[in-house]
């Protein structure tokens, strides 16, 4: 039987059955964790500390809800995802990130909602005996809540693919425009892992992400301008995810 259903904490996350909320919003950084559990959640408690990647469960509008760093790239990503779906009956991961843009018909600051998760990493090629390109998608009901409640505070979000890069440094700036001209509109470096995790457990998934940085025209956001696009993206996903 997996740790979690046991009464010890999982492999990665210091928690005790029943201290995860089904809901969970997942930042890479772990004091993105705190600082929504800090600025959005009532009587928001750390329930780990395991390798400061922060986890913390508390209620959004009488909603229980929990907040877990996933970690930078879909190896990282994948553990966080894994356990909260396997060992402790999480059924709703939001993931709340940063991308940079590909195409200039996005602009920095600009929120993102990725429909699908292109990606060159090798996990889910392993997954499939290299056989089969699985396309991992967003759960739709979600993606169609976080389109109406983002519509609904007037925010223009972009709906589209995405690139989940396994390297943050590239040495193929050629295949980012080519994947532009197919319509991916950012890169960022988990959505592909999370989603397909989510498929295998019958969980539902989205990524919502801010433009940090522009890939065509060098543009980036000051951490002032990245904390504020990140609280109206974090309250889009919280809205989502409590819905
Ligand atoms: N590449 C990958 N991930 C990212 C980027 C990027 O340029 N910006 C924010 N997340």
């Known amino acids: 039987m997996p740790p979690g259903k046991i009464g010890v904490m999982s492999t990665h996350i210091g928690a005790k059955p029943g201290e995860i909320a089904e809901r969970v919003l997942m930042p890479g950084d772990p004091l993105r964790a705190k600082w929504i559990a800090e600025h959005y959640l009532e009587d928001a408690k750390c329930y780990s500390t395991v390798r400061n990647m922060f986890g913390f469960t508390g209620a959004y509008k009488g909603v229980r809800l929990s907040v877990q760093g996933s970690g930078m790239g879909m190896p990282s990503a994948s553990i966080y995802a894994h356990e909260l779906l396997n060992e402790y009956g999480v059924n709703t991961l939001i993931r709340v990130g940063s991308c940079g843009a590909l195409t200039e018909s ?6 993102v909602a ?5 990606t060159d990493s090798n996990m889910n090629r392993a997954r499939f005996d290299g056989l089969i390109d699985y396309a991992p998608v967003a759960d739709f009901g979600l993606l169609r809540t976080a389109v109406e409640i983002a519509e609904r505070r007037g925010v223009q979000m972009r709906v589209g693919s995405v690139l989940a890069a396994d390297a943050f440094y590239t040495d193929r700036p050629d295949l980012y425009d080519r994947l532009a001209d197919y319509g991916v509109l950012a890169v960022e470096m988990e959505s592909a892992a999370l989603y397909t995790i989510a498929a295998k457990f ?4 989205l990524t919502v992400l801010t433009v940090s940085d ?17 609280a109206e993206m974090v309250e889009i996903a919280l809205e989502t995810a409590i819905a």
């Open 106 to 111: 996005l602009k920095v600051r600009d929120v």
């Open 114 to 118: 990725a429909i699908g998760s292109a």
């Open 214 to 230: 522009h890939l065509k025209t060098g543009e980036r956001t000051s951490a002032e301008e990245r904390e504020r696009t990140f």
């Open 202 to 205: 019958k969980a539902r998934a």
